[in-house]
């Protein structure tokens, strides 16, 4: 069964600092990891990640794979309060459209 | 051009009622995914359709479920006889159909609708 886990579960921070969060897989047939961040409702898009150690950046938020020890990170540096949210990882496979295997996510609180 | 409509927000049912969710996917996008978000857990993948079709329904009960996507209007996902375990967060989400055979991964979410058994 494909496993996707994310670490830390849930993480406290304070305004300016800088946080990795770490998201490894076992699945069948990869094909691509994703980012997504979720506040109260729809998760929205961040990354989509296919080629190990190619560096995805936008703004503050960055995040590289590792398709040989099967892990990704997502970096936020210069954290606001804005960014608390859900962080969530999902995985692809090379099967029949597009079905993603989500992650628990990782609760980030950014405080003033 | 407008997300990914899904509705109700909110919707309240009594254990052994029906619950119908309504997802209009984004103006293009012809493949429709359902997933569910139950409470302190991460989204799990239900039912894969395209149009007048169901692609990939391996995450779905196999009793009580149901989704279709018909040619006109939006998708629906039905729940008969729902139970309290039913009660959690559905996503629909959708995407383009790719281009070149590659499929395109990156799912556009609606806002969920949140059902509640009573």
């Known amino acids: 069964e494909d496993k996707v886990v994310q670490s830390p579960l849930s993480l406290v921070v304070h305004e300016g600092d800088t946080v990795t969060l770490n998201c490894s897989y076992e699945?069948?047939?990869?094909?691509?990891l994703l980012w997504y961040k979720q506040e109260k409702k729809a998760p929205t898009f961040l990354f989509m990640l296919t080629s190990s150690g190619i560096e995805k950046k936008s703004g503050r938020l960055s995040s590289i794979l590792d398709k040989k020890e099967l892990f990704s990170i997502l970096n936020i540096t210069a954290t606001q309060t804005g960014d608390s949210a859900v962080y969530l990882c999902a995985v692809g496979v090379e099967t029949s459209g597009s079905r993603l295997t989500f992650g628990e996510g990782t609760q980030l609180t950014v405080n003033p | 051009n407008a997300g990914v409509m899904q509705n109700p927000r909110h919707l309240v049912r009594r254990r052994g009622q029906e619950a119908r969710l309504r997802c209009s996917p984004m103006k293009g996008h012809s493949h429709v995914y359902w997933y569910r978000q139950l409470p302190e857990e991460g989204l799990k993948f239900m039912v894969y359709l395209q149009k007048e079709n169901i692609i990939d329904e391996s995450g779905m009960p196999k009793e009580r479920f149901s989704a279709e996507f018909p040619k006109e209007g939006p998708s629906i996902l039905r729940i008969q006889q729902v139970v309290r375990g039913d009660s959690a967060a559905y996503f629909c989400a959708s995407s383009l159909p790719g281009q070149a055979g590659v499929r395109d991964e990156k799912l556009f979410f609606g806002s969920g609708t949140q059902l509640s058994v009573l």
């Open positions: 699945v069948t047939n990869f094909r691509s």
